[in-house]
């Protein structure tokens, strides 16, 4: 069972080694309901508490306007930790499914997503995203880059949304998305089922089976995945080359 403080360790070395956060930040903690944006916010609520650098959070849903989605939970857990919470609605769900009936809906959906939230972000007054990735989605992501586009690429800890002037910052890249899920059912996290139609059937799914077999086979195979991505020239991952 993973507890607080593991948790924080990864986030705190994280934030620290890619400089994610800066006295007088404002960052809104995008909160899909699923286990990693949750337990994001509560990282980043109990970091804020010693966190030598003064930041402020906020808490944002993009609803895609799915039927069988009840925020009323996560609601409550914000209230309880003080986190002020916006709930956007949206048609996504409708115009991608219904409308447009898309072949690959993830990748329209995420981009819409996203459009939504830094627009919500930037209303709150906000000057950083976080995001929940995991360990575990950041070699997800790479492999499915190369298997799929032909390019070694995997998204980067901290960005720079130049034309918006927003920065994203993903705290949760040191932690295994195993002890993701313990750490939530630990602390009994409001973990909401995806309404979503395309969840647990798309590539990403595929991909983690791989993997799983993968890790079967060769020892370390994670550690040596995200070490090679860290010593590589992957937009913003070397350490070393970062600092001056
Ligand atoms: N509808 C949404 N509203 C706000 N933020 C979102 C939404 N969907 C995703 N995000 C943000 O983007 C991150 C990555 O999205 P993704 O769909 O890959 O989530 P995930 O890996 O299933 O994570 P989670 O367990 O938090 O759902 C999430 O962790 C969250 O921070």
Known sequence: MMKLQKLLSYVRRAVDDYNMIKDGDRIAVG??????????????????RFYPEKFELEA???????????????KKMCDEIGVRYTVQDTYIGQIIFQERKEK??????????????YDVAKKLGCNKIALGHNKDDVIQTLLLSMFYEGRIHTFSPVTHLEDINLHSIRPLIYAPEKEVISFSRKYGLPVVKSPCPADGKTKREDMKIFIKQLRKQYDHFDSRMFGAIQRSFIDGWNIERKTP
């Open 31 to 48: 909160i899909s309901g699923g286990k990693d944006s949750l337990t994001l916010l509560l990282a980043l609520k109990s970091l804020q």
């Open 60 to 74: 944002i849903t993009i609803s895609l306007g799915f039927d069988n989605f009840d925020l009323e939970a996560v």
């Open 104 to 117: 690959n809906p993830c990748s329209l959906c995420s981009k819409m997503r996203k459009a939504a939230l």
